[in-house]
Each structure stands twice: as structure tokens, then as C-alpha cells.
């Protein structure tokens, strides 16, 4: 069957397949962990036996190929990658991409001559990725490398086409190469049946048949006990070394392999075929005869230590081609020619590939069984032994490696052209799933380099509850969706008037017709509509505000579900957002607030002026160690009052103040008597967008800190040197347009604060509706319980006793003059009146000493109890 000259060899070249679920593990890993490194990334690709005529040879990456599976790909081999990533579509194109082929050539060569690639065939598969990302525009410029040796001659073979294996081999001999090779590529788990496999494989490796229980219990080939631990394989060395390799021997007895076939690794090649004149190579009629001569030779001997053992070369191969088998064999063919000495430089290879049915049948008509004639090439008795497998990295030889030869590969595009591919996966994406994208793209664009500690994730899954859609709702919505914010919920019981949409950004002109549609769900759908992807609400509710009783019985029922209905939505949310116009309408979410642990944000604007200021820890928690001294009151009693409230926590700490707590009356109705300017928002316009701005920007460095709530002001993270990746969030922002200025202050906790003070949290979380129902009617009911009405008192009996006793001041300045007038009119009447001059020194003297009794009796001792 030989022929005097031989035919080239062609093999398929592999065509690369990026998954969609690599592309987005991709982008993941540039955005959160790789940013602006070029260093290469390891990856791991995967190709399989073919199972369709109409599918070309592929090497496929997916997400496992970043992301090791939790498993081994025991439907699939793989092969090691390494990823070149570019910053920019300049440096990807000015790539010098001879050297890289080089080099990766070079690793394949050094393996092959130290024999590494024989422990681990796997090494003859590298390949190389060049790739730039726009993540932007979801663009994808990528170009693949196979390297595969170029030998010094082409590889040949004496058959023109190579044999079908259905017509090479007979029946038995097909079902015993096809029960071997699914033996080797699925192996069981089982440590007791990889053991009788491999008990199995080494019986019959030696012609002496199994017994057909241990067959029967064990179908697996002897590689398979590594197998035995199914531990998680978490990087692309794990998931090389779990994964049957590409490339394996057969061997039997028999020489046309119709029975007892075994299957073993490359390292075994040696041992296998140490036998002098081992027809691994031969034709099939001279090895028929010298199995014929060895079957005598091995009874005249009187047992099996004479028995010939015959070798094939097994790969999965991908090609669908029926003449060519697949291009990782040109770099196994290459190997065979260095290191193996194999009888007139040929070897037989069974290209198997698998039937479309699946679970590992061989398709013995498209499966090929070529005999390939190997290059001369350097001896390999110079050569080193092949090592024990070990890990992905390089296995350096013992000796120095010829010259490496050249190298091909580099992947051709559609048109057959050697130049890169482009994916431009814009069209096929979802606009809902590409603002996403493209929302998230700029946040994490941030880590880069501004602010590489940066929580993303934290402010995007911050879950906000905006009570008041107008002016301030609306620019506060507007930024937290710019920071990512899905969950958003707007509050406010408004129409839409038809002032209000060239202030606020989430109206129009449509949403003012028919008396105007509700504010808060006109607010939310608007959000939905800049960013499908947010999970927006809005809920039309009036907020029961102090000295705002209500009217009748039915308003008292709806007010005390609107209170409740608010609890629930504070206790949803993360973050609160007070934005409302009146400040009576505040207090009930400030109370809330503190009494469910939320952080509150308060925005408010004036005519030029604007305050943004974040709430304070609840009562029992604190956002400040305590100090010395807990208050700069001039007296230690101010200070024992003070350290005595809210101020401080039960942990001996203490805490930033609330909205109220400058206040020392309870809020009340405010919109009584109210012109028509009172009535509306009298505020420069550009007003609000900066204070909305402001209090976003504050929550978003609140997050960033683990404490939450409970994060310290700036004053205390500078004396403690620390400094998150936003920066400090202050308590208060003041700020005035009139001079286009700001202040950064903090203020502690009131003790008897009428919204976040121990006693009224205390007294809501007992009474719920019962005390806000007591604010509503009478917010003086909240002065009585937090002692501010003792405090009134006390500063008004301090009030009177100074008007007394600059009453008895008058008094004495006058009876001071008189005395003066009558010295002169005694000095002019010398002698004369004697006697009413005494009197009048004695009557002088008389008043100044009642002046001072009475100014000691009227000296206020309330100041030393207050």
C-alpha cells in the first residue's frame, strides 16, 4: 500500500469562537480588575471531537475560559491562551506581531524538546489573543495565533485520502477503539472504579483480558483516579490538569486492534514501544505477519513475555473536512518526529471524531486513520525523558533545545485575509441592556484612576425614598440615576402646575393639561423613561405634619394610613431623601427616620441661600467618640444637660445633629397668612440643581464608608488620618449665592431635639399614632415631652428677674444724682443746715445699702438649674 511518493498532509485551520458570556467576563475583568494594565491574562480555550460535517474545526472561549468552571470540561479538551489586551486600537494594531509568534513558538518548542509536552499534551496547543475592547460601543477588535512548527519537510502520507476507520479496521476492532477512547475521555469519578480501569488498561496493555466483572464495574481509562476528587478548579492550571488530554496511545496485542485495547498516555510512548521491531508503524499486512511471528514466538516461549504490543496515535480531532484532520496535529506530528523512535519515520493516527448522537460514540465513517511520514529531524536519543506531569508553567530542559524552528498561524478573517476580525456586538444588543451598560461603563470608569477604592455596586443598590418631587425631587432624582441608582421612590401629593417644568427637569408641558397629572407618578415614569433599567415608583401621599390637625373623622383615618403607609416606605428604603417645602412637613420623616436607623438627607433652599445636611446617628448609636469635654457650653451644668439628651449615645459617644435640633420650639403650621410670594417658591433657579447635587454627593460618600449612618464628620476622620475613597462626608453645607460661597459645618445632637431625642424616638416607637395624632393637634405636646416647655420657663423667669434688675439699676442711678445735688447745695449752705445735710448723707447711705441687698436678693439662681 506505500507509495514511492508520499502526499502532503493538509490540515484544517482552527477557526476561534468568542461567546458572548467571554466578552462580557471580559469587559468585567478590564473594568473592575485589570483597568489600565497591559500585563497578559491567562485563558483557557476549548475544542472538541467533531459531531457535525457542516461545523469547521473551532476553538470556543466562554465565560469559564476567565472564570474556571466548578467542574472539569469533560465533554471538551482545552487548550492554554494567553490574552493581550490593549488600552488603545493604536496599540493593538502597532503589535509586533512576528515576535509575539515567536515567542509563543518558542514555550512550544522548549516543551516538546524537554518532553513536558509529552506529560502534558496540552502545551501543544498554546495559542495567542490580540484584542482591544470599546466598551463604549461594544466594538470588539481581536486577532488569533495558533502557532503550529514548521517542520523541515512537509508531512506526508501514502494514502490519498486517508482511510475511513470503518473500512481500515474490522467490526470488533471499531468497537474496541471505540469503547477505549470514551474510557479515556470520560473517566469516571469513582476512586474504586478508576482503579479497576486502570487495573483493566494495564491487564490488557500486556494481552492478558480482564475479568469482565472488574470491566463491568470499572469503564474508565487509568488516568481517570487523578479525577477522583472533585475539587473546584479556580484557575486555568486546575481546569489543563482536570481535562482529558487531546492526544493519547492505543494499544493491543492484536494487530488490526480487535480486541483487548487500552489506552494511555504520551509519556508511555517509550515503554510501549521498547520492544525492538514493534510494528507501531508498520503497514497492516507486514504487521498482520509479524503478529503472526509473535504469537509463535510467544508459545514457544510458554507465556506473554514475548507478545508484540501494537501502538496507534489517537486525537480528537475538530476538522469537519474528510481529508484533513485538524491543526493541533501538525505540533503532535512534530513531537512524534523529535522525540520517538518510530521505525521509517511513520505512524499511524487515529483522527476520531464523534457521532452527532453524542455521549462520546465514535463515528467510524467520518473518523480517519492516517499514516503520516515524519521529517528526519535531530536524534532523540539526545534528548531528555519526557517528565511527570506538573504544572502549567514551562518545564525548562535539562539540555539546551535546537534552534527553534519558524512558526504559522496567525488566523485569517472571513475573506481569507490575514488581518484582524471585529465584532461589533452594538446591533444585537437590547437599548435597554446597553444603557445599562454604558450607565455602569462610566462609574467604573472612575477606578481607573480617580478613585480606584471606589464601591460601585454601593450606591447603585442604595435603595432612595425622595419625599417631595419638585424642584429639589427632581435634580436629586436626576443625579442619583447619573450615579446608577435603580430604586428610586418619589413621594408628594402635587400636580404637575404649568410653572413648574421649566424648574423641574422631569415635567412637560403635557403633564400640566387637565389640572395637572399627580407629581409623583408623573416623576417616576419620566425616570423610566431616561433609564428603563431603573426600578422607579411614585406614591401620592400627603405627609401629617404638626399644628395641621385634622379636620373630621375621615381625615384622621386617612392622615393615620398615610403615617403608617409612610413608616413602611422609610423602613424600605436606605436612604431618605426630606425635600419638601414646608418644615413642619419634615419632622415626621426625621422622627421616622431615626426610629428605623435610616440615613436622612435634608435639602432646603431660600431666596439665595441653601442647606444640605445629613442626619445624625439614631439615639444608642453615635458618629464620634467621646471627648473630654461633650459641649462648649460656658458652665459645667450647660454641659451636663447637654451630655445628658440625645447628644451623646448610650455608648458614651456622640451624635451629629438633626434638621431640628437648632430648634428649641416645636415645628408649626407655617403657612398661615402667607402672600402670594410665601406661597410659591421664591428661589433663584439655579438654586436648587446645586443643592440637589450637593445632597446626592453627600450620600454617595456616606455609602463608601462602612459605618453608614453612623460615618464621623470630617473632624474626627482627619485627627483619626482617615480618608475614604469619596472623601469625608461633612454634617452641613451652607451655601450663598449672593457671594457664590460655601461653609462645610457640623453640629452635635440636642438633647431635647423635638424629632430625633431619645425621649420623642422612645415615645413613637411605643405610642406610634398616638403621638404623632398628639403633634398634629398641639405640637406643643412635643415641647412638654422632650422638656423644652421647662426650658421656656426657666429662660422666661430668667427674662423677668433681668428686667427686675435693670428696673432697681434705674433706681439707684437716680438716688446716685440726688445725692450729688444735695452735697453741692450743702457746700453752699455751709453752716446753714447742718442737720439736713446728715440727714441727707444718712438717707444716701441708707439707699445704697438697701440698692445692693436688693441687688443680691434678685440675683437669678434658675441660670445654675437651667
Not at 504520551?266 to 507501531?280: F, K, Q, R, Y
Not at 481569507?416 to 465584532?423: D, I, V
Not at 461589533?424 to 477604592?453: F, I, S, T, Y
Not at 431625642?757 to 393637634?777: F, H, I, K, N, T
Amino acid at each position: 500500500m506505500a507509495a514511492s511518493a508520499g502526499h502532503v498532509v493538509k490540515f484544517a485551520q482552527l477557526q476561534s469562537v468568542l461567546d458572548v458570556s467571554f466578552l462580557a467576563e471580559l469587559t468585567d475583568l478590564k473594568l473592575n480588575v485589570l483597568k489600565l494594565s497591559e500585563e497578559p491574562v491567562e485563558v483557557v480555550g476549548y475544542f472538541s471531537p467533531n459531531r457535525y460535517e457542516s461545523v469547521p474545526a473551532r476553538l470556543t472561549l466562554d465565560v469559564s475560559s476567565l472564570r474556571p468552571a466548578t467542574s472539569s470540561r469533560l465533554d471538551c479538551h482545552a487548550a492554554p491562551g494567553r490574552l493581550l489586551l490593549f488600552n488603545t486600537i493604536e496599540g493593538f494594531r502597532g503589535a509586533d506581531k512576528p515576535e509575539l509568534m515567536r515567542q509563543l513558538a518558542a514555550e512550544i518548542w522548549a516543551d516538546v524538546c524537554s518532553g513536558a509536552a509529552e506529560a502534558e499534551p496540552w502545551r501543544l496547543g498554546r495559542f495567542l489573543v490580540l484584542m482591544h475592547g470599546d466598551l463604549k460601543h461594544y466594538k470588539f477588535n481581536y486577532w488569533f495565533a495558533f502557532p503550529a512548527l514548521k517542520p523541515p519537510s512537509p508531512f506526508t502520507s501514502a494514502e490519498a485520502p486517508p482511510a475511513r476507520l470503518d473500512e481500515a479496521l474490522p467490526p470488533s476492532a471499531v468497537a474496541a477503539v471505540t469503547e477505549a477512547c470514551r474510557l479515556w475521555r470520560y473517566p469516571p469519578t469513582d476512586p474504586a472504579a478508576a482503579a479497576a480501569a486502570a487495573a483493566a488498561a494495564a491487564a490488557a496493555a500486556v494481552g492478558v483480558p480482564a475479568a469482565e466483572e472488574d470491566v463491568a464495574a470499572a469503564p474508565a481509562a487509568a488516568a481517570a483516579a487523578d479525577l477522583a476528587d472533585p475539587d473546584i478548579a479556580a484557575t486555568p492550571a486546575e481546569v489543563l490538569a482536570r481535562t482529558p488530554a487531546p492526544f493519547w496511545l492505543l494499544c493491543s496485542p492484536h494487530a488490526d486492534f480487535s480486541a483487548d485495547v487500552s489506552a494511555h498516555p504520551l509519556s508511555d510512548w517509550a515503554p510501549l514501544a521498547a520492544e525492538v521491531g514493534t510494528p507501531a508503524a508498520a503497514e497492516p499486512e507486514a504487521a498482520a505477519a509479524e503478529a503472526e511471528a509473535g504469537e509463535a514466538a510467544a508459545q514457544g516461549a510458554g507465556g506473554r513475555q514475548g507478545r508484540r504490543r501494537y501502538v496507534v496515535v489517537a486525537m480528537s480531532d475538530a476538522s469537519n473536512l474528510p481529508d484533513c484532520p485538524a491543526w493541533q496535529l501538525r505540533n503532535l506530528l512534530l513531537l512524534a518526529a523529535v522525540r520517538w523512535r518510530v521505525p521509517e519515520l511513520r505512524v499511524r493516527v487515529l483522527c476520531l471524531r464523534e457521532s452527532s448522537r453524542g455521549g462520546g460514540r465514535l463515528d467510524p465513517h467520518r473518523s480517519l486513520l492516517l499514516h503520516a511520514r515524519l521529517p528526519a529531524l535531530p536524534s532523540p536519543s539526545a534528548l531528555p525523558s519526557p517528565p511527570a506531569p506538573a504544572s502549567q508553567a514551562p518545564i525548562p530542559s535539562p539540555s539546551p533545545c535546537p534552534p527553534c524552528p519558524d512558526a504559522v498561524g496567525w488566523e485569517p478573517d472571513g475573506f481569507g485575509a490575514l488581518r484582524p476580525r471585529l465584532l461589533d456586538l452594538g446591533p444585537h444588543l437590547r437599548p435597554e441592556a446597553q444603557a445599562e451598560q454604558a450607565v455602569d461603563l462610566n462609574l467604573r470608569l472612575m477606578r481607573w484612576r480617580a478613585a480606584p477604592e471606589l464601591d460601585v455596586g454601593a450606591m447603585a443598590g442604595t435603595r432612595c425614598l425622595l419625599l417631595g418631587a419638585g424642584t429639589l425631587g427632581c435634580a436629586v432624582a436626576r443625579t442619583l440615576q447619573a450615579w446608577g441608582v435603580r430604586h428610586i421612590t418619589l413621594v408628594d401629593s402635587g400636580r404637575v402646575a404649568f410653572s413648574n417644568p421649566v424648574r423641574q427637569s422631569l415635567f412637560n408641558f403635557e403633564d400640566c393639561l387637565a389640572g395637572g397629572r399627580p407629581k409623583a407618578q408623573a416623576a417616576a415614569e419620566a425616570l423610566q423613561r431616561i433609564f428603563p433599567s431603573a426600578a422607579t415608583r411614585g406614591v401620592e401621599l400627603a405627609i401629617p405634619m404638626p399644628g395641621h390637625p385634622p379636620a373630621g373623622a375621615a381625615q384622621e383615618a386617612a392622615m393615620r394610613e398615610a403615617a403608617a403607609q409612610l413608616d413602611a416606605l422609610v423602613a424600605a428604603h436606605d436612604c431618605v431623601f426630606l425635600l419638601t417645602d414646608t418644615r413642619e412637613s419634615r419632622w415626621l420623616p426625621a422622627l421616622l427616620a431615626a426610629a428605623h436607623g435610616k440615613l436622612a438627607i435634608t435639602a432646603a433652599v431660600g431666596f439665595d441661600s441653601f442647606l444640605v445636611m445629613r442626619h445624625g446617628a439614631p439615639p444608642g448609636a453615635s458618629n464620634a467618640p467621646a471627648t473630654a469635654s461633650t459641649s462648649t457650653a460656658s458652665t459645667a451644668a450647660t454641659a451636663a444637660a447637654a451630655a445628658g439628651g440625645s447628644g451623646s449615645s448610650g455608648g458614651g459617644g456622640r451624635r451629629l445633629g438633626c434638621y431640628f435640633c437648632n430648634d428649641v420650639v416645636a415645628p408649626a403650621n407655617s403657612t398661615r397668612d402667607r402672600s402670594l410670594d410665601q406661597q410659591c417658591t421664591v428661589a433663584r433657579p439655579g438654586l436648587a440643581p446645586v443643592a440637589g447635587a450637593l445632597a446626592t454627593e453627600l450620600l454617595a460618600a456616606v455609602v463608601q464608608q462602612p459605618e453608614g449612618v453612623c460615618a464621623p464628620p470630617p473632624s474626627v476622620q482627619q485627627r483619626e488620618g482617615t480618608v475614604p475613597p469619596l472623601g469625608s462626608a461633612p454634617h452641613m453645607v451652607r451655601g450663598q449665592l449672593a457671594t457664590f460661597s460655601q461653609v462645610v459645618m457640623e453640629g452635635w445632637a440636642f438633647g431635647q431635639c423635638t424629632a430625633c431625642s431619645a425621649a420623642v424616638v422612645s415615645a413613637y416607637r411605643q405610642r406610634g399614632w398616638g403621638l404623632v395624632a398628639e403633634a398634629l393637634a398641639s405640637p406643643a405636646s412635643l415641647e412638654a415631652l422632650t422638656g423644652l416647655a421647662e426650658l421656656h420657663a426657666a429662660a422666661a423667669a430668667a427674662m423677668m428677674d433681668d428686667d427686675d434688675e435693670g428696673e432697681e439699676s434705674e433706681e439707684e442711678t437716680a438716688e446716685g444724682a440726688g445725692k450729688k445735688e444735695g452735697e453741692k447745695d450743702g457746700k453752699e449752705e455751709a453752716g446753714k443746715e447742718v442737720g439736713g445735710k446728715e440727714e441727707g448723707k444718712e438717707a444716701g447711705v441708707d439707699a445704697g445699702k438697701g440698692e445692693a441687698a436688693g441687688g443680691e436678693d434678685g440675683e437669678d439662681d434658675d441660670w445654675t438649674e437651667l
